[in-house]
């Protein structure tokens, strides 16, 4: 039996990140895996869309702006530059075993990496990534390191993907941004996960409010921002699935 730690849309939230990863002793004060990890007894899955803060409010706190401004470039310039810092430590952590650390491709990533998409919402957009709106171009190796990524993967018969188990859910096109389908699948067709031959699903993207939602086919886990994670027990026989939760800061 293995122990699968599944990890919701990150969205810039990185000291939570390493706390949930060291509360769970699947990291260590390196940044590192853990034995359990590194043997494979512990796995970790991040479900995708590593940067772009969800808030303005996120922005400040990973800047350190109080009047951060997504259209100042200087501003934009610290906001990509932050993320970048933290996602080479992410990479650092995944490189070091990779067949037991998963981060499956989301939108967000590949818009980032790619430069296709400008993506945001009516109160705040993600440019930090884009020199033609005043941010900076990812390195390379950042680009390269994204769109490697899966957009999914299945444990004993479950599947793990950012949006969704069927394909047109996993391609971040036109089409994908101009629908409601990635929003809402899983309200109008949950039983994509059993006609595409899994017995459980677990997914993110769409933002889980009231927290982490566990229903007869599928999870969905967009929730890390309230301190909110996936923990399932899996082999061929075995199927155990329940909520953990980042332990808070100690107070000084």
Do not use: C
């Amino acid at each position: 039996m293995i122990k699968v730690t599944v990890i919701g849309d990150l969205h810039a939230e990185f000291p939570r990140l390493w706390r949930a990863l060291r509360g769970a002793y699947l990291a260590g004060e390196d940044f590192l895996p853990s034995e359990p990890v590194q043997q494979g007894r512990f796995r970790v899955v991040l479900m995708g869309d590593l940067m772009h803060p969800k808030t303005l409010e996120h922005y400040q706190r990973l800047t350190g702006l109080d009047d951060f401004d997504p259209t100042d470039p200087t501003h934009l310039r610290m906001a990509a530059k932050a993320q970048i810092r933290e996602m080479y430590r992410i990479k650092r952590y995944q490189e070091a075993a990779p067949e037991h650390v998963t981060i499956l491709l989301g939108n967000h990533d590949h818009a980032a990496a790619t430069g296709n998409f400008v993506l945001g919402n009516a109160y705040l957009e993600h440019h930090e990534f884009h020199p033609e709106h005043g941010g900076i171009s990812m390195p390379e190796d950042l680009k390269a390191w994204l769109l490697s990524f899966p957009t999914e993967i299945n444990l004993y018969g479950v599947n793990f993907s950012h949006v969704g188990p069927v394909p047109w859910l996993q391609s971040y096109d036109e089409m994908f941004y101009n629908g409601r389908e990635a929003k809402e699948w899983w309200q109008h067709n949950p039983d994509y996960v059993s006609r595409m031959g899994y017995r459980f699903g677990v997914y993110g993207h769409t933002v889980m409010k009231e927290g982490i939602q566990i229903f007869d086919q599928l999870a969905l886990i967009d929730a890390f921002d309230q301190d909110q994670y996936l923990v399932l027990y899996l082999d061929d026989d075995h199927f155990e699935v329940q909520i953990a939760h980042v332990q808070p800061l100690p107070i000084q």
